[in-house]
């Protein structure tokens, strides 16, 4: 077993989000890790949506973490097999083969590989369930007492072309609703009108400022109102609206004041609910575990590495502030561009790469 074989053989296991359940690619990589002397857990927040855990006991551990889905296909027709793992001039194919299943073998692999190596600090490796959707599985662990353990460093592996990627906007996504009496729509001054309120409420957040400092890295919070959906009929005073509001947030934006916010300024006509909300991650460029990783990343890679963002969230959302706002890298094999994408594939040098930068940061962290 190598991790490119391993990438393969994870590809051919239909892993989509939510009609194909991750159980059996847990089960591959966990065989694999308890041959390698983990202690591994299987956890599951739906049947057959399984995470799992797996450890190698010790103080300060150093975290992998990895998602076992997948995003559907998509209309358009693929040129490759989705599901069949060909390699053709020194591209991997296949759904999940950049986002992120090569990463998920690198990483095993690189557990593999230290399997003999005598460990001062702990090792834990988290392949979960359920990312695609909201990071349902990471938020299940999280929620489960003594099932994430200790860590005192993270690495995601994440697609990002094995550039070390020390941050990532949140997102809060709301479903404003507004609500009216409905009338003729040749009476409306006897109804009251959910559209023209849903109206306002949409361009009160045109102006709206977050007040804070952009960061170097990510820049700015953003705010888009994504929908607009009211009314029935044209000759009916509308009784209901709603408009979407898409959010992405920095991390020195909290979720929860902002929320505040902004019902304080869309008043109480407009009803909130939370869709989605995961926070920003950060790590500065200065934290000795992100030096750490730079220098195993230019010697896996023979080029010089500088930290760079991503605009997607990950799974760090959720584990990050579960295990106390450890530093936290994402790095990984697959291509940024080539996530959710009609033929997907990786290179595979570049997941060799990964494992041979997985194995430095491993052994630098838990075997120095
Ligand atoms: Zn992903």
């Given at each position: 077993m190598n991790a490119v074989e391993l990438t393969r053989e994870l590809v051919r296991i239909d892993t989509i989000n939510p009609t194909s359940p991750e159980k059996p690619c847990a089960e591959r990589a966990g065989r694999l890790l308890q041959d390698a002397g983990f202690a591994v857990q299987a956890f599951e927040?739906?049947?057959?949506?399984t995470s799992l855990v797996a450890r190698r006991d010790g103080p300060e551990a150093l975290c992998f973490v990895g998602h076992l889905d997948t995003v559907p296909l998509g209309a358009a027709k693929w040129s490759r097999d989705p599901f069949g793992g060909e390699i053709s001039a020194g591209r991997l194919y296949g759904?999940?083969?950049?986002?992120m299943k090569s990463g998920v073998a690198a990483m095993v692999e690189a557990a593999v590989q230290l399997a003999r190596t005598p460990l001062r600090r702990g090792l834990t490796l988290l392949l979960v369930a359920g990312e695609e959707t909201g990071c349902e599985g990471a938020a299940h662990l999280a929620r489960t007492p003594g099932a994430l353990g200790n860590a005192a460093a993270m690495i995601v592996g994440?697609?990002?072309?094995n550039v070390p990627v020390v941050g990532h906007k949140g997102a809060l996504w709301l479903r404003a609703r507004t609500r009216g009496i409905t009338a003729h729509g040749s009476m409306p001054d006897k109804g009251d009108n959910a559209v023209l309120k849903a109206a306002r409420a949409a361009l009160s957040l045109?102006?709206?400022?977050?007040e804070v400092q952009p960061d170097p890295l990510l820049g700015g919070p953003t705010l888009n109102v994504g929908t607009l959906h009211g009314g029935l009929n044209v000759n009916s005073v509308p009784d209901e609206a709603v408009i979407g509001i898409d959010i992405r947030t920095i991390?020195?934006?909290?979720h929860a004041p902002l929320r505040e916010r902004l019902q304080q300024r869309l008043g109480p006509e407009v009803q909130l609910e939370t869709l989605v909300d995961l926070e920003g991650v950060r790590t500065r460029e200065d934290d000795p575990f992100v030096q750490r990783v730079c220098d195993a990343v230019a010697r896996a890679t023979g080029e010089k590495a500088r930290p760079g963002a991503a605009t997607y969230f990950t799974d760090a959302s959720v584990l990050t502030p579960a295990y106390g706002g450890v530093p936290t890298v994402v790095l990984g094999p697959g291509e940024m561009a080539l996530c959710h994408q009609t033929d997907e594939h990786c290179r595979v040098d570049r997941i060799e790469q990964a494992v041979a930068a997985y194995v430095e940061i491993a052994r630098g962290w838990c075997a120095p």
């Open positions: 927040f739906a049947p057959g949506r759904r999940g083969s950049s986002d994440e697609p990002t072309g045109a102006d709206f400022r977050f991390p020195s934006v909290r």
